[in-house]
Protein backbone atom coordinates (compact mmCIF):
# COMPACT_ATOMS: atom_id res chain seq x y z
CA UNK A 1 0.00 0.00 0.00
CA UNK A 2 3.02 2.14 0.72
CA UNK A 3 4.33 1.19 -2.33
CA UNK A 4 1.14 2.29 -4.29
CA UNK A 5 1.00 5.75 -2.28
CA UNK A 6 4.62 6.08 -3.47
CA UNK A 7 3.75 5.41 -7.01
CA UNK A 8 0.60 7.56 -7.17
CA UNK A 9 2.78 10.30 -5.96
CA UNK A 10 4.85 10.49 -8.44
CA UNK A 11 2.37 10.07 -11.06
CA UNK A 12 0.68 12.99 -9.73
CA UNK A 13 4.12 14.87 -9.88
CA UNK A 14 4.66 14.03 -13.09
CA UNK A 15 1.59 14.77 -14.14
CA UNK A 16 1.37 18.14 -12.22
CA UNK A 17 5.09 18.86 -14.23
CA UNK A 18 3.14 18.40 -17.01
CA UNK A 19 0.60 20.59 -16.65
CA UNK A 20 3.02 22.83 -15.48
CA UNK A 21 5.59 22.53 -18.06
CA UNK A 22 2.52 23.16 -20.69
CA UNK A 23 1.37 25.75 -19.05
CA UNK A 24 5.47 27.51 -19.45
CA UNK A 25 5.31 26.65 -23.02
CA UNK A 26 1.86 27.85 -24.05
CA UNK A 27 2.85 30.62 -21.99
CA UNK A 28 6.17 31.43 -23.95
CA UNK A 29 4.67 31.07 -27.43
CA UNK A 30 2.31 33.30 -26.73
CA UNK A 31 5.03 35.94 -25.92
CA UNK A 32 6.71 34.88 -28.59
CA UNK A 33 3.90 35.41 -30.76
CA UNK A 34 2.94 39.09 -29.18
CA UNK A 35 6.31 40.24 -30.01
CA UNK A 36 6.92 38.31 -33.50
CA UNK A 37 3.22 40.01 -34.41
CA UNK A 38 1.65 36.72 -35.29
CA UNK A 39 -1.37 38.48 -33.30
CA UNK A 40 -3.91 39.72 -35.89
CA UNK A 41 -7.98 41.12 -35.15
CA UNK A 42 -10.65 39.98 -37.01
CA UNK A 43 -13.56 43.11 -36.86
CA UNK A 44 -17.50 42.28 -36.80
CA UNK A 45 -20.08 44.56 -37.41
CA UNK A 46 -22.33 45.97 -35.32
CA UNK A 47 -26.20 46.74 -36.61
CA UNK A 48 -28.71 49.17 -35.59
CA UNK A 49 -32.05 47.57 -35.80
CA UNK A 50 -34.45 50.64 -36.57
CA UNK A 51 -32.47 51.59 -39.56
CA UNK A 52 -29.95 48.76 -40.56
CA UNK A 53 -26.69 51.18 -39.99
CA UNK A 54 -23.59 49.80 -38.39
CA UNK A 55 -22.50 51.79 -35.39
CA UNK A 56 -19.83 49.72 -34.21
CA UNK A 57 -17.11 47.14 -35.14
CA UNK A 58 -15.96 44.72 -32.63
CA UNK A 59 -12.32 43.70 -32.55
CA UNK A 60 -11.66 40.10 -31.97
CA UNK A 61 -7.91 39.01 -31.60
CA UNK A 62 -6.73 35.52 -33.23
CA UNK A 63 -3.03 34.34 -33.39
CA UNK A 64 -1.96 33.41 -36.95
CA UNK A 65 0.33 30.64 -36.11
CA UNK A 66 3.39 30.09 -38.39
CA UNK A 67 2.50 26.49 -38.41
CA UNK A 68 -1.50 25.81 -36.99
CA UNK A 69 -2.77 28.12 -38.75
CA UNK A 70 -5.43 30.85 -37.20
CA UNK A 71 -5.93 30.16 -33.49
CA UNK A 72 -9.76 31.56 -32.05
CA UNK A 73 -9.13 32.89 -29.04
CA UNK A 74 -10.58 30.53 -26.48
CA UNK A 75 -7.79 28.66 -26.93
CA UNK A 76 -5.38 31.08 -25.45
CA UNK A 77 -7.23 33.89 -23.95
CA UNK A 78 -7.72 31.64 -20.77
CA UNK A 79 -3.81 30.97 -20.59
CA UNK A 80 -3.17 34.74 -21.59
CA UNK A 81 -5.75 35.85 -18.39
CA UNK A 82 -4.16 33.11 -16.31
CA UNK A 83 -0.48 34.55 -16.80
CA UNK A 84 -1.02 37.87 -16.70
CA UNK A 85 0.10 37.92 -20.33
CA UNK A 86 -4.04 39.20 -21.47
CA UNK A 87 -2.33 42.86 -20.01
CA UNK A 88 0.20 43.42 -23.08
CA UNK A 89 -2.00 41.37 -25.65
CA UNK A 90 -4.91 43.51 -24.35
CA UNK A 91 -3.04 46.90 -24.86
CA UNK A 92 -1.77 45.81 -28.48
CA UNK A 93 -5.30 44.60 -29.36
CA UNK A 94 -6.32 48.14 -27.43
CA UNK A 95 -3.59 50.24 -29.77
CA UNK A 96 -4.50 48.31 -33.07
CA UNK A 97 -7.90 49.04 -33.02
CA UNK A 98 -8.23 52.57 -32.01
CA UNK A 99 -5.77 52.84 -35.20
CA UNK A 100 -7.72 51.08 -37.70
CA UNK A 101 -10.68 52.89 -36.35
CA UNK A 102 -9.25 56.20 -37.10
CA UNK A 103 -7.40 54.42 -40.57
CA UNK A 104 -11.04 53.71 -41.16
CA UNK A 105 -12.47 57.10 -40.55
CA UNK A 106 -9.82 58.94 -42.78
CA UNK A 107 -10.76 56.79 -45.67
CA UNK A 108 -14.29 58.32 -45.13
CA UNK A 109 -16.15 55.27 -44.19
CA UNK A 110 -19.02 56.40 -41.85
CA UNK A 111 -17.85 56.49 -38.68
CA UNK A 112 -18.75 53.85 -36.28
CA UNK A 113 -17.47 53.16 -32.89
CA UNK A 114 -14.60 50.04 -32.50
CA UNK A 115 -15.43 48.20 -29.96
CA UNK A 116 -12.52 46.56 -27.56
CA UNK A 117 -12.75 43.87 -24.83
CA UNK A 118 -10.89 44.78 -21.87
CA UNK A 119 -10.44 41.80 -19.14
CA UNK A 120 -10.72 42.52 -15.41
CA UNK A 121 -6.89 42.03 -14.91
CA UNK A 122 -6.43 45.12 -17.69
CA UNK A 123 -9.42 47.50 -16.17
CA UNK A 124 -7.66 46.82 -12.23
CA UNK A 125 -4.51 47.99 -13.19
CA UNK A 126 -2.76 50.84 -11.82
CA UNK A 127 -2.41 52.53 -15.44
CA UNK A 128 -5.62 51.40 -16.97
CA UNK A 129 -6.86 54.80 -18.08
CA UNK A 130 -3.35 56.04 -19.04
CA UNK A 131 -3.06 53.12 -21.51
CA UNK A 132 -6.63 53.77 -22.73
CA UNK A 133 -5.33 57.85 -23.00
CA UNK A 134 -2.27 57.14 -24.38
CA UNK A 135 -3.93 54.73 -27.18
CA UNK A 136 -6.11 57.12 -28.13
CA UNK A 137 -3.80 59.82 -28.52
CA UNK A 138 -1.25 57.50 -30.58
CA UNK A 139 -4.33 56.95 -32.98
CA UNK A 140 -5.91 60.57 -33.32
CA UNK A 141 -9.17 58.69 -32.69
CA UNK A 142 -12.30 60.70 -31.04
CA UNK A 143 -13.07 58.96 -27.23
CA UNK A 144 -16.32 58.90 -28.67
CA UNK A 145 -15.27 56.05 -31.64
CA UNK A 146 -13.96 53.68 -28.62
CA UNK A 147 -16.36 51.31 -26.52
CA UNK A 148 -14.57 49.17 -24.01
CA UNK A 149 -16.73 45.70 -23.61
CA UNK A 150 -16.19 44.31 -20.01
CA UNK A 151 -17.30 41.87 -18.04
CA UNK A 152 -18.87 40.83 -14.53
CA UNK A 153 -15.24 39.59 -13.92
CA UNK A 154 -14.67 42.95 -13.35
CA UNK A 155 -16.87 42.66 -9.46
CA UNK A 156 -13.65 40.88 -8.26
CA UNK A 157 -13.24 44.52 -7.04
CA UNK A 158 -16.20 46.43 -7.17
CA UNK A 159 -15.05 49.90 -5.71
CA UNK A 160 -11.66 49.74 -8.47
CA UNK A 161 -13.66 48.87 -11.27
CA UNK A 162 -16.33 51.57 -10.73
CA UNK A 163 -13.31 54.27 -9.93
CA UNK A 164 -11.32 53.48 -13.18
CA UNK A 165 -14.58 53.22 -15.40
CA UNK A 166 -15.57 56.85 -14.30
CA UNK A 167 -12.24 58.03 -15.45
CA UNK A 168 -13.04 56.19 -18.71
CA UNK A 169 -16.12 57.51 -18.69
CA UNK A 170 -15.23 61.11 -18.16
CA UNK A 171 -12.96 60.77 -21.23
CA UNK A 172 -16.28 60.29 -23.31
CA UNK A 173 -15.13 56.84 -23.75
CA UNK A 174 -18.26 54.56 -23.70
CA UNK A 175 -18.99 51.63 -21.74
CA UNK A 176 -20.46 47.83 -22.78
CA UNK A 177 -21.22 45.41 -19.91
CA UNK A 178 -20.44 41.76 -21.90
CA UNK A 179 -22.12 38.34 -21.74
CA UNK A 180 -24.60 40.10 -19.56
CA UNK A 181 -26.91 37.58 -17.98
CA UNK A 182 -24.23 34.78 -17.46
CA UNK A 183 -22.47 35.96 -14.46
CA UNK A 184 -24.47 36.35 -10.81
CA UNK A 185 -23.85 39.66 -9.40
CA UNK A 186 -25.33 42.16 -12.37
CA UNK A 187 -28.80 43.04 -10.88
CA UNK A 188 -27.53 44.53 -7.69
CA UNK A 189 -24.20 46.63 -9.22
CA UNK A 190 -26.07 47.69 -12.10
CA UNK A 191 -27.22 50.88 -10.95
CA UNK A 192 -23.78 51.83 -9.63
CA UNK A 193 -21.83 50.36 -12.59
CA UNK A 194 -21.46 53.65 -15.28
CA UNK A 195 -22.54 51.88 -18.19
CA UNK A 196 -23.73 52.64 -21.55
CA UNK A 197 -24.70 49.47 -22.73
CA UNK A 198 -26.04 46.01 -21.95
CA UNK A 199 -24.69 42.93 -24.34
CA UNK A 200 -27.24 40.50 -24.33
CA UNK A 201 -25.04 36.64 -23.68
CA UNK A 202 -25.28 34.52 -27.41
CA UNK A 203 -26.64 31.58 -25.38
CA UNK A 204 -29.48 33.27 -24.64
CA UNK A 205 -30.84 34.22 -28.24
CA UNK A 206 -29.26 30.64 -29.58
CA UNK A 207 -31.73 28.94 -27.22
CA UNK A 208 -34.85 31.41 -27.74
CA UNK A 209 -36.22 29.16 -29.92
CA UNK A 210 -35.81 26.08 -28.15
CA UNK A 211 -37.01 27.30 -24.89
CA UNK A 212 -39.23 29.84 -24.41
CA UNK A 213 -37.59 31.25 -21.12
CA UNK A 214 -34.51 32.42 -22.92
CA UNK A 215 -37.47 34.58 -24.78
CA UNK A 216 -38.53 35.80 -21.35
CA UNK A 217 -34.74 36.68 -20.50
CA UNK A 218 -34.54 39.04 -23.67
CA UNK A 219 -37.34 40.39 -23.20
CA UNK A 220 -36.60 41.09 -19.54
CA UNK A 221 -33.10 42.05 -19.94
CA UNK A 222 -34.41 44.68 -23.21
CA UNK A 223 -37.44 46.10 -20.49
CA UNK A 224 -34.61 46.56 -17.56
CA UNK A 225 -32.56 48.42 -19.29
CA UNK A 226 -34.92 50.60 -21.13
CA UNK A 227 -35.95 51.86 -17.77
CA UNK A 228 -31.82 52.28 -16.57
CA UNK A 229 -31.48 54.35 -19.86
CA UNK A 230 -29.04 51.49 -21.05
CA UNK A 231 -28.11 50.25 -24.84
CA UNK A 232 -29.14 47.03 -25.70
CA UNK A 233 -27.21 44.73 -28.06
CA UNK A 234 -27.89 41.06 -28.64
CA UNK A 235 -24.82 38.93 -29.70
CA UNK A 236 -25.19 36.11 -31.95
CA UNK A 237 -27.94 36.48 -34.05
CA UNK A 238 -27.52 34.27 -36.80
CA UNK A 239 -31.21 34.32 -38.09
CA UNK A 240 -33.94 36.16 -39.34
CA UNK A 241 -36.83 34.34 -36.89
CA UNK A 242 -34.52 35.76 -33.74
CA UNK A 243 -33.70 39.46 -35.88
CA UNK A 244 -37.75 39.93 -35.61
CA UNK A 245 -38.18 38.72 -32.12
CA UNK A 246 -35.69 41.05 -30.87
CA UNK A 247 -37.35 43.96 -32.88
CA UNK A 248 -40.37 43.33 -31.55
CA UNK A 249 -38.87 44.00 -27.92
CA UNK A 250 -37.25 46.96 -29.37
CA UNK A 251 -33.56 45.76 -28.67
CA UNK A 252 -31.13 48.52 -29.97
CA UNK A 253 -28.56 46.74 -31.94
CA UNK A 254 -27.65 43.52 -33.03
CA UNK A 255 -24.36 41.57 -33.81
CA UNK A 256 -24.17 38.14 -35.37
CA UNK A 257 -23.68 35.90 -38.34
CA UNK A 258 -26.69 36.85 -39.83
CA UNK A 259 -24.81 39.56 -40.49
CA UNK A 260 -20.98 39.10 -41.05
CA UNK A 261 -19.18 36.65 -39.31
CA UNK A 262 -15.64 38.28 -37.88
CA UNK A 263 -13.88 39.36 -41.14
CA UNK A 264 -9.87 40.53 -41.25
CA UNK A 265 -9.68 44.19 -42.05
CA UNK A 266 -9.48 44.86 -45.58
CA UNK A 267 -12.63 42.47 -45.87
CA UNK A 268 -14.41 44.38 -43.27
CA UNK A 269 -13.18 47.87 -45.24
CA UNK A 270 -15.25 46.37 -47.79
CA UNK A 271 -17.95 45.32 -45.94
CA UNK A 272 -18.14 48.89 -44.88
CA UNK A 273 -17.94 50.57 -48.31
CA UNK A 274 -20.83 48.68 -49.12
CA UNK A 275 -23.26 49.92 -46.57
CA UNK A 276 -22.37 53.28 -47.02
CA UNK A 277 -23.36 52.84 -50.62
CA UNK A 278 -26.49 51.52 -49.49
P1 LIG B 1 -17.10 37.69 -26.97
O1 LIG B 1 -16.46 38.99 -26.58
O2 LIG B 1 -18.40 37.35 -26.32
O3 LIG B 1 -17.20 37.73 -28.54
C1 LIG B 1 -18.24 37.16 -29.28
C2 LIG B 1 -17.86 35.84 -29.87
O4 LIG B 1 -18.98 35.29 -30.55
C3 LIG B 1 -16.75 35.92 -30.92
O5 LIG B 1 -15.99 34.73 -30.84
C4 LIG B 1 -17.55 35.95 -32.23
O6 LIG B 1 -16.81 35.50 -33.33
C5 LIG B 1 -18.66 35.00 -31.89
N1 LIG B 1 -19.86 35.25 -32.69
C6 LIG B 1 -20.27 36.41 -33.24
N2 LIG B 1 -21.43 36.27 -33.90
C7 LIG B 1 -21.78 34.97 -33.77
C8 LIG B 1 -22.92 34.19 -34.24
O7 LIG B 1 -23.83 34.68 -34.90
N3 LIG B 1 -22.94 32.89 -33.87
C9 LIG B 1 -21.96 32.32 -33.14
N4 LIG B 1 -22.06 31.03 -32.85
N5 LIG B 1 -20.88 33.02 -32.68
C10 LIG B 1 -20.80 34.31 -33.00
P2 LIG B 1 -14.42 34.76 -30.89
O8 LIG B 1 -13.94 35.78 -31.85
O9 LIG B 1 -13.98 33.34 -31.05
O10 LIG B 1 -14.04 35.27 -29.45
C11 LIG B 1 -14.34 34.49 -28.31
C12 LIG B 1 -14.08 35.24 -27.04
O11 LIG B 1 -12.69 35.53 -26.87
C13 LIG B 1 -14.75 36.61 -26.98
O12 LIG B 1 -16.10 36.47 -26.67
C14 LIG B 1 -13.95 37.26 -25.88
O13 LIG B 1 -14.40 36.85 -24.63
C15 LIG B 1 -12.57 36.70 -26.11
N6 LIG B 1 -11.77 37.69 -26.84
C16 LIG B 1 -11.65 37.88 -28.17
N7 LIG B 1 -10.81 38.91 -28.43
C17 LIG B 1 -10.42 39.39 -27.23
C18 LIG B 1 -9.56 40.47 -26.81
O14 LIG B 1 -8.98 41.22 -27.61
N8 LIG B 1 -9.39 40.63 -25.46
C19 LIG B 1 -10.02 39.83 -24.55
N9 LIG B 1 -9.82 40.07 -23.24
N10 LIG B 1 -10.83 38.85 -24.91
C20 LIG B 1 -11.03 38.61 -26.22
CA1 LIG C 1 -17.10 41.08 -26.55
CA1 LIG D 1 -20.06 38.50 -25.52
CA1 LIG E 1 -18.45 35.50 -24.55
Known amino acids: AKDQGKNNFRVFVSNMRQAADQRMFLQNELNRALEAGELTLHYQPQVRIQDAAVTGVEALVRWNHPVKGLIP ?39 ARIAV ?22 SGLSPEYLELEITEGTMLDVQRSIEALEKLKKLGIHIA ?80 YLFSRPLPAEEMERYLRGCARG
Open 73 to 111: PNQFIPHAEESGLIVPIGEWVLRTACKQNKAWQDQGLPP
Open 117 to 138: NLSARQLLKKDAVQIVESALQE
Open 177 to 256: MDDFGTGFSSLSYLTSFPVDKLKIDQSFIRGAADHPNNKTIIATIISMARHLKLKVIAEGVETQEQLLFLKEQACDEVQG
